[in-house]
């Protein structure tokens, strides 16, 4: 149990365009999902908190017109690179902690994001 | 907020060697939980210890909640070991800087 998907695996795009990455609790309702950017060789560092039916919570410094973030479902958080640059190429990730959170965060495969 | 501290930043062991990797923190913690990043980037769910001693495998993992500190010993290390292992404090996590694991065979 606890699985959860995110797609795509990886893709490139062109600046100025808008990319969407999907993260689906298989198995699971996710009330919260979490967002997360690495960079090469770096710790992962947390961009903002996906709550279902409302807004999501960003981290200072992440802004959120450029990383719009969607929690439509309890199954379902989407996050859009809107304008893409190449500065926003990076490997996102995302979390998800069912309720109650008794066994921990589990997190998607990551998407390797390039904008070229 | 919560910092997070992992040594050593690096290790290389040869196969069959055992190590402990630490993370402190600089606040108490209510939960904590280690993964191992692998080539591929992906994140792998060792233990959710908040306190306590786990055991799986070759692997075990002992949280010292009062003295804010967390250890991860690997026993018998194999090149599949290989990677990223962070420890991370929740509420919202917070990871530490990882320490990269090369086991050569």
């Known amino acids: 149990g606890a699985v959860v998907s995110q797609h795509p695996s990886r893709v490139i795009c062109k600046s100025g365009t808008s990319v969407k990455i999907e993260c689906r609790s298989l198995d699971f309702q996710a009330t919260t999902m979490f967002w997360y950017r690495q960079f090469p060789k770096q710790s992962l560092m947390l961009m903002a908190t996906s709550n279902e039916g409302s807004k999501a919570t960003y981290e200072q410094g992440v802004e959120k017109d450029k990383f719009l973030i969607n929690h439509a479902s309890l199954t379902l958080s989407t996050l859009t690179v809107t304008s893409a640059h190449p500065e926003d190429s990076s490997f996102y990730i995302c979390?998800?902690?069912?309720?109650?959170?008794?066994?921990?965060?589990?997190f998607g495969s990551g998407t390797r994001l390039t904008v070229v | 907020g919560i910092q997070v501290e992992q040594s050593p930043p690096d290790l290389i062991l040869q196969e069959g060697a055992n190590s402990t990797l630490r993370c402190n923190f600089s606040d108490s913690v209510n939960n904590l939980q280690w993964f191992h990043q692998n080539p591929w980037g992906q994140l792998i769910n060792l233990f959710y210890?908040?306190?306590g001693t786990k055991q799986n495998g070759r692997l075990s993992a002992t949280t010292v909640a009062t003295e804010r500190y967390s250890l991860l010993y690997i026993s018998s290390s194999q090149t599949t070991d290989s990677g990223v292992y962070f420890c991370?404090?929740?509420?919202?996590?917070?990871f530490g800087q990882g320490t990269i694991l090369t086991v050569h065979p």
């Open positions: 979390s998800a902690s069912s309720v109650p959170a008794n066994y921990g965060y589990t």
């Open positions: 210890i908040p306190s």
């Open positions: 991370a404090s929740y509420g919202k996590l917070t």
